[in-house]
């Protein structure tokens, strides 16, 4: 089953958790925010695992979602969720 992850076609097991799909095709960073005080940007991506700290927000055929919480459909359309 085809899913695009910023434009980019992924191979991904129907019902299998989004965060799985994206780690295993190399995508550790889903999105990026600002650091308080520094100017600088910090990166996100999967903590918990379990949908607790919010880090795997991304989005999914255009609304905000996350990702350990969220099961491969086909052609599912995902965009990192960037806190800018």
């Known amino acids: 089953m085809r899913l695009t992850f910023k434009g980019k076609k992924l191979?991904?097991?129907k019902g299998e958790p989004l965060t799985a799909a994206l780690i295993r095709a190399g995508y550790l960073a889903?999105?990026?925010s600002r650091?308080?005080?520094?100017?600088q940007r910090g990166t996100r991506g999967a903590f918990c695992f379990m949908g607790v700290c919010q880090e795997c927000r991304v989005i999914v055929?255009?609304?905000p979602a996350q990702a350990c919480r969220t099961f491969v459909e086909t052609?599912?359309?995902v965009l990192p969720y960037d806190r800018l």
Not at 35 to 39: A, D, K, T, Y
């Open 11 to 13: 191979e991904a097991y």
């Open 30 to 32: 889903l999105g990026q």
């Open 35 to 39: 650091m308080p005080g520094q100017g």
């Open 61 to 63: 055929d255009g609304k």
């Open 75 to 77: 052609d599912m359309q």
